[in-house]
């Protein structure tokens, strides 16, 4: 049994759908680690309030830290000011934990698909969507493949993908483009996007 105690959540909007605090109990209780995860409702809008009370005020030091998901992963960037250089660079931090009696926040999206993601320079490659996880994926690939097609509603995102992963071919395409030809596809856009 673990003798600290850890208490974190999972923080987004909408919120009510997320596994994740049946992933983490499930994994605590496997680990034998002692302490409790929930789901926090917290958007782009409450999140500088919720952010500031835990840096300001004694409920902050209960914490451990906290997962994040949309419109989060980009947002706290803007107020947690010690990030690591991958979550700068893909723009996209998913997880805000506490070190040294301050927050800090690093992508484990990244860590994660750097990890899984095992292909050869020449693999054509499809990321479908734009924001933090695909950020997170490409970034993860930037010197595994020579290019990467991302399939796209808007060109807006394409600048941050490219600051991503600065030493690919990074193409755009329509969402309706055919995927029969890639050896690996990465799914990032939410439930009902992409659906077929």
């Known amino acids: 049994?673990?003798?600290?105690?850890?208490?974190?959540?999972?923080?987004?909007?909408?919120?009510?759908?997320s596994l994740s605090p049946l992933l983490h109990k499930a994994a605590f209780k496997a680990l034998g680690i002692s302490g409790e995860y929930t789901a926090i409702?917290?958007?782009?809008?409450?999140f500088p309030d919720f952010f500031q009370k835990l840096e300001s005020s004694v409920d902050?030091?209960?914490w451990s830290g906290f997962s994040l998901t949309m419109?989060?992963?980009e947002i706290v960037l803007q107020y947690c000011v010690a990030s690591d250089p991958i979550a700068?660079?893909?723009?996209?931090?998913?997880?805000?934990?506490r070190s040294d009696n301050s927050w800090k926040?690093?992508?484990?999206?990244?860590?994660?698909?750097q990890n899984l993601l095992k292909v050869s320079k020449n693999s054509k490659v499809a990321i479908i969507g734009g924001g933090g996880t695909a950020?997170?994926?490409?970034?993860?690939?930037?010197?595994?493949?020579?290019?990467?097609d991302v399939l796209l509603r808007s060109e807006s995102r394409m600048a941050a993908l490219?600051?991503?992963?600065?030493?690919?071919?990074?193409?755009?395409l329509d969402m309706t483009h055919a995927l029969n030809d890639y050896d690996l596809i990465v799914q990032t856009t939410p439930a009902g996007v992409f659906d077929e």
């Open 1 to 17: 049994m673990s003798a600290q105690y850890l208490r974190g959540a999972v923080l987004g909007s909408p919120i009510a759908h």
């Open 135 to 148: 950020r997170a994926a490409i970034g993860a690939l930037n010197t595994q493949v020579a290019a990467v």
């Open 105 to 113: 926040v690093t992508s484990t999206d990244y860590l994660a698909f």
């Open 71 to 73: 419109p989060l992963k």
């Open 41 to 46: 409702e917290v958007d782009e809008k409450s």
């Open 60 to 62: 902050g030091s209960k």
């Open 88 to 97: 700068k660079r893909i723009d996209s931090g998913n997880t805000l934990f």
């Open 162 to 172: 490219v600051k991503a992963a600065p030493d690919l071919q990074v193409k755009k």
